[in-house]
C-alpha cells in the first residue's frame, strides 16, 4: 500500500478496519512518508509510526539490485521514493499480490508486460 | 534524454572521470568499447546488474543514473544577482537545474516537444551600445511586442523563441539567470522585484540567450543597470532598446517640463524603472545629461511611489511550466507527489499552483 492510501485510510478513520481485516505490507520508504514533514499535505495527520507498524502485516525493504531493475525498466517515469521501492519489492515477489495507490504513474508504466522477458 | 537516460549519464560520468570506453567496458567487463558505446548512444539498454555495477565501480548514487530530473554536468548558468555568497548560489542552482531539467524531460511527453532550432543575435564584443539597444528595437518590432513592450515579452520569449521563462521565489540577492542547455534555453525571474526590475532583467536575460555562443556571460554578474563588463553593457543596451523603443516613447512627447513625474508616470505606463527609463532618454539625446541627474535616484525609486506600496508578485513560475507538470500526473509521466517534491510544496499548493495558472489539476487530493 502506497503512502497517499495509507494517509487517507488514517483521515477517514478507516485504517484500524482495513489492517485487521486484510494483510496489509508497505515499504519503509513509504512508512517514513507517513510521518509529519514528509506527508506534502497542507494538514499533516499525525500517524504514530509505532502503531502503524504494529498494525501491518509487513514493511519491506527493497535491495538496490531491486530498486535498480525498476530503474531500468522503466527509465523515463518519474516516481516518488516512495512508489519506486513499493514497485522494487512487488515486482520480485513470487506470489500474489494487489498493489493500491492514487497515481497514474504508477499502473500506467509498470505492468507486468513490461517485466516479462 | 528520456529513455537513455542512464547512458548519457554513464557517458557524462566517463568523461567526467577521463576513462576511455575501453577502460570502462573492463571495468563492465565487456569484451570490447562496442558495447559501452552501444549503452551511451541508446542503441542497447543497460541491464539492472550491469546498472549496479556502474553504482559500485563508478562511486555514484542509483540516482544519479536514474533521476530525470537532475542536470548532471550540464547547464550552465549565469546569475544576475548583488551580495549572494557562492553556496547560497550553489544550492539555488541546484534546486533551478531540477525545474529545468523536469520541464526539459516531461514537455516532449505531454506533447510539447523542444523547439528544434535555436535563435541568435549577431551582436559581438566589436559592436556599439546603439547597434545593440537598436537590435533590442528592432526585436520589439518584428516580434510585435506592441506599445508596451514589456507586457508580452515573457509570452513571445515562450511562444516564438521556445525560452522557458520561469517567475521564481529566488534565493535573496538574486534578480535572474539564463541558462543554456544543449537543446533548451531558460530564463528565471525573481518573481517578488518590482515590474519594471523584472522586465529588465528578462529583457537583459534575452540577450546573453540569443549570444550566448559569441559571448558566453559569467557564471555571476552583478545586478546592476550600469555595469561596467561590456557584454553586461550591451545586455543593458538591448533591453533598454527593447523595451523602451523611440518609436514608443514618441508618444510621450518631450521631457522639458516636470520631468520628475513624467518620468514616473510613465515608467508605470511602460512597466519599466523611472531610472532605466532615465538612461534610455539620456542614451537617445531625448534628455540631456545634466537635466537628467537633476532626477535624483530617491525620486524615481519605485517610479516615485511611496514605501510600502508594492505591486503583487507575478504568479510562481509560468502557465507553460504548470500545463507541463499538470499533464505529466495525468498522463501518468510523474506521480502527484513527486511533482509536489520537486516543486517543495504540499500537494494543495500544487493545485492552488494549478488554479493560479488557469490550468486543470488532474490529480485527486
Known amino acids: 500500500m502506497d503512502t497517499n492510501v495509507i494517509l487517507e485510510c488514517w483521515r477517514i478513520g478507516a485504517w484500524p478496519a482495513l489492517s485487521s481485516g486484510y494483510r496489509v505490507e508497505t515499504v519503509e520508504k513509504c512508512v517514513t512518508e507517513t510521518q509529519t514533514g514528509y506527508q506534502r499535505r497542507r494538514a499533516e495527520q499525525h500517524v504514530d509510526q509505532a502503531v502503524l507498524q504494529a498494525s501491518l502485516a509487513a514493511v519491506h525493504r527493497p535491495e538496490t539490485k531491486e530498486l535498480a531493475m525498476v530503474a531500468v525498466k522503466a527509465p523515463d517515469i518519474a516516481l516518488d521514493l516512495g512508489e519506486r521501492a513499493l514497485w522494487a519489492h512487488a515486482l520480485t515477489r513470487n506470489d500474489n499480490w494487489i498493489l493500491c495507490g492514487p497515481d497514474k504513474a504508477s499502473f500506467d508504466s509498470l505492468s507486468l508486460d513490461s517485466f516479462s522477458s | 534524454m528520456t529513455a537513455n537516460i542512464i547512458g548519457t549519464r554513464l557517458k557524462a560520468l566517463r568523461e567526467e572521470r577521463k576513462l ?85 524531460t516531461l514537455a516532449p511527453q505531454v506533447g510539447r516537444p523542444i523547439p528544434l532550432l535555436r535563435r541568435t543575435l549577431g551582436i559581438t564584443p566589436r559592436h556599439s551600445f546603439e547597434e545593440a539597444a537598436a537590435a533590442g528595437e528592432r526585436f520589439a518590432k518584428e516580434f510585435e511586442l506592441g506599445d508596451v513592450p514589456a507586457a508580452r515579452l515573457a509570452e513571445v520569449m515562450e511562444r516564438e523563441l521556445g525560452v522557458l521563462v520561469l517567475m521564481v521565489d529566488a534565493t535573496k540577492g538574486v534578480s535572474g539567470a539564463a541558462c543554456r542547455l544543449p537543446a533548451l534555453d531558460a530564463v528565471l525571474i525573481n518573481r517578488r522585484e518590482p515590474p519594471g526590475r523584472r522586465h529588465f532583467d528578462l529583457a537583459h536575460e534575452l540577450f546573453h540567450i540569443l549570444t550566448w555562443d559569441t559571448m558566453p556571460p559569467a557564471h555571476v554578474e552583478e545586478a546592476s543597470e550600469q555595469s561596467k563588463n561590456r557584454v553586461e553593457q550591451l545586455a543593458n543596451s538591448f533591453a533598454s532598446g527593447l523595451l523602451m523603443p523611440g518609436a514608443v516613447l514618441n508618444r510621450f512627447g518631450s521631457w522639458d517640463k516636470d520631468m520628475v513625474r513624467r518620468l514616473n508616470t510613465t515608467a508605470n505606463a511602460l512597466e519599466v524603472t523611472a531610472t532605466a527609463l532615465k538612461w534610455r532618454l539620456i542614451a537617445l539625446s531625448r534628455l540631456d545629461r545634466a537635466v537628467g541627474s537633476q532626477a535624483s535616484d530617491t525620486a524615481l525609486r519605485n517610479n516615485g511611489r511611496s514605501r510600502g506600496t508594492g505591486d503583487p508578485a507575478a504568479p510562481l513560475f509560468s502557465k507553460p511550466f504548470v500545463e507541463v507538470i499538470a499533464h505529466a500526473i495525468d498522463h501518468g509521466r510523474v506521480t502527484a507527489r513527486r511533482a509536489a517534491d520537486l516543486l517543495d510544496m504540499t500537494l494543495e499548493d500544487l493545485a492552488d499552483l494549478c488554479a493560479a495558472h488557469g490550468v486543470e489539476a488532474l490529480f485527486d487530493l
Do not use: N
Open chain 2, 20 to 104: 576511455s570506453q575501453d577502460e570502462l567496458a573492463r571495468i563492465f567487463g565487456f569484451k570490447d568499447r562496442q558495447t559501452v558505446s552501444a549503452i551511451e548512444t541508446g542503441e542497447r539498454r543497460v541491464s539492472a546488474e550491469e546498472l549496479l555495477t556502474a553504482v559500485e565501480k563508478l562511486g555514484a548514487s542509483l540516482d544519479y543514473f536514474t533521476d530525470p530530473f537532475l542536470l548532471a554536468g550540464e547547464g550552465r548558468f549565469s546569475w544576475r544577482q548583488s551580495g549572494v555568497g557562492v553556496p547560497r548560489l550553489d544550492a539555488f542552482e541546484r534546486v533551478a537545474g531540477r525545474w529545468i531539467a523536469a520541464y526539459r
